[in-house]
């Protein structure tokens, strides 16, 4: 049987349980996804690369491209994850068609692509984790982040949905991670969706719109402990 380890507190002169989970470090993890579809480009990482290296309370900013892949994108999440050990994760998305930066509130345990991703899978009505809870809501404080960007004038929403496709997958499989290991329950995170790039169609938002309101809603994140209330629902 194997037998905690113990460490001798100097202060106290008794055995204590040494501790194996990591310390959280001063970053931030910002993905954003591969181009996919036949498109060259995908907003979600031209937004997170361009802010590698920012510094946003205290916490710097580490960019990391996820592959457009059901099963792969987890698997690099995870590995991001388990070498960072960051104090907030925060992933991004394309989502063709949105007109303001979209704040996820919830993922749901269900993969049914319209599309093949980039490995050529094409999941339908298959859940991201067998066995898993039906959906759970953002660890971000999303009202608050809301809030934040419509008092700097950048368009901003709460989404109630992810979609089902890659993004949904990751949002959902980032959140049952987190819920699940013991050593990523003090780890903050959620999904954000971004409009397109003006080179990619309409609508869109410009990539300097783009980059002030992520700096403000992962500056927001990290300030904010307790979300308020703000009214921000959907008929439809």
Known sequence: MLRKQVALTP???RLAPVSRRPALQATVLLTGFSPFGGAHTNVSWQ???SLAGAVEGGHTVVAAQLPTEFDTSLEVLTALIERHHPALVVCLGQAEGRQAISLERIAINI????IADNAGKQPVDKPVVSGGPPAYFTRLPIK?????LQQAGIAGE???TAGTFVCNHVFYGLMHMLD???TMQRVRGGFIHLPLLPEQGEPHMTLDELQRGLRIAIGCALATQQDVKLGAGAEH
């Open 11 to 13: 202060q106290q002169g």
């Open 180 to 182: 699940r290991r013991r």
């Open 158 to 160: 709460v989404s109630q």
């Open 144 to 148: 608050a982040m809301l809030g934040a």
């Open 47 to 49: 937004v997170a690369q």
């Open 111 to 114: 993969a049914d692509a319209r």
